[in-house]
Structure formats: C-alpha cells, structure tokens
C-alpha cells in the first residue's frame, strides 16, 4: 500500500502530539487557586485538546477501516482534517500560550505569587515546550503525506495537450491578445475610443 508508511508516519505523531497537548492540561489543572492566567491556560488547552482528538478520530477512522488505506479519497480526507486541526492548534499555541508576551506573563507570575505558582508555571512552560516536537513531527509527516498523495493523482491534462480539449468544449474563442480584444492597444493601454478622442 503506497500510503501505509506516510500515513503510519502521520498516525504516530498525531498520537504523540495529543499525549503532549495532553501534559498541557494535566499542568494547567494543577493550579493553586482559580487566577485569570490559570483560567486562560485552562481554556486553551481544552481547545487543544479538541483539536487533537479530532486528528487521532481522523486517522483512527482512516486506520480501522480495511480497505480505506487503498483508498486515495480516504486518506486525502483524512490528511486535510489533520491539516485544518494542525493549522488550529498552532494558532492557539502561537496566540494565547507561547508568544512572548504570555511567556513573560507566566514568568512573572511564578516569581511574585510564591512557591506554589512557581511550581505551576513551571510545570505549565515546560510542558509547553515540550509541544515543540510533536509539532514539528505532525508537520513533517502531513508534508509526507502531501507529497505521497499529490504523486497519485492522474494528470488532468495529456502532455502537450490543450486544456480546453477541442474548439467545441470552449466554443469560440477570441485568440487575439486580451487587450486587443478590449479595445486597447498592448503597447500603450489606451482604448481605441480614447486614442481618436485625444486626436
């Protein structure tokens, strides 16, 4: 099966991936008491973790079926779920957790709230970080998978060929170059109207 390995590539960082989105949570939960940023990376991670599962249902659905594997229609559906999910879940790393400004947030907050929030937002930035690589692997691997089904897919046009086929499937077509078939010239991009108008 020309997809078994791409797609056992993708199934594999898709699982890692949801055991580190996973972690996230597990750490946000184990906050001291209820705090706006405890709140914020509690949220965040439960968005997370819908996305993730929905890329392992995606492969699972994929992966427990016999024959969809021989299928380039199943896997290309498949392979796009992840894709839209992978895209969600960056967005929500990349804009509410990991971008500078929330990082310094979190820093701040261990120092100044005691050894408990410490402890917290530790937990929280290093598990976080450790979303890194299964990302970068999901990545990989969709781009694998890309790669595997777009080298499957028929060739649209015979080489050399017309992409309109024959005169009758296009109708008649103006050959003349698109300005020329407007009224203006090529060279000047005046319309012919104009051009009398200014003599």
Known sequence: MIYEAPFGELEMSVLNL????????????????????????????????????AMVSAVGAVRN????????????????????????????LQDDLMHYERIAELATLGRKK????GRWTHEVLET????????YEVQKALFYCWKTVSATVPATFPVGGDPCGSA?????????????????????GWGQEEERNAK
Do not use: F, K
């Open 18 to 53: 949801r055991d580190a989105v996973m972690g996230v949570a597990m750490a946000a939960d184990g906050a001291p008491e209820r705090h706006t940023m405890s709140d914020l990376v509690s949220d965040a991670s439960v968005e997370l973790q819908s996305h993730a599962n």
């Open 65 to 92: 079926s016999t024959s969809a594997l021989d299928s380039r229609d199943a896997v290309l559906h498949a392979v796009a779920e992840c894709q839209e999910q992978y895209i969600a879940i960056t967005g929500v």
């Open 114 to 117: 005691g050894a408990g929030w």
């Open 128 to 135: 976080l970080d450790g979303c890194r690589q299964p990302l």
């Open 168 to 188: 009758d499937e296009c109708g008649t077509r103006d050959r003349r170059p698109r300005s020329a078939a407007n009224g203006v010239h090529p060279a000047s």
